[in-house]
């Protein structure tokens, strides 16, 4: 889905690792949530309190999924889950477009 109809914007940004990753939150009628946000360059580690489903709409970055020992390399446009309760890690090597959603079970 390229665009999303009668959702709610949360105006506040998060912002993390001074600036180089940040989202806004959309919340739709239902009361999911998904956030939208950029990835500058750099290696984060990020951790998940429920499924995560991040959707990359462009760049270039390489994932460590929790208990994985290889990287997976996305360039363009991809999709990963991250589990619940985990921690992941990142490394972007251009600038990043995202939506993650988020999947409480």
């Not at 999303?4 to 506040?12: L, Q």
């Not at 390489?62 to 991809?78: A, N």
């Amino acid at each position: 889905m390229s665009q999303f109809e009668n959702v709610t914007v949360i105006k506040k940004a998060n912002v993390y690792f001074d600036g180089k990753v940040t989202s806004r939150a959309v919340v739709f009628a239902d009361g999911t949530k998904k956030t939208l946000g950029v990835m500058l360059p750099g290696d984060y580690e990020f951790g998940t309190d429920c499924l995560e489903i991040m959707e990359i709409l462009g760049g270039d970055l390489k994932v460590l999924l929790p208990g994985e020992t290889e990287w997976i390399h996305i360039q363009g446009e991809g999709e990963f889950k991250v589990p619940a309760n985990t921690k992941f890690k990142l490394q972007v090597a251009e600038v990043t477009d995202y939506c993650c959603s988020y999947i409480y079970e």
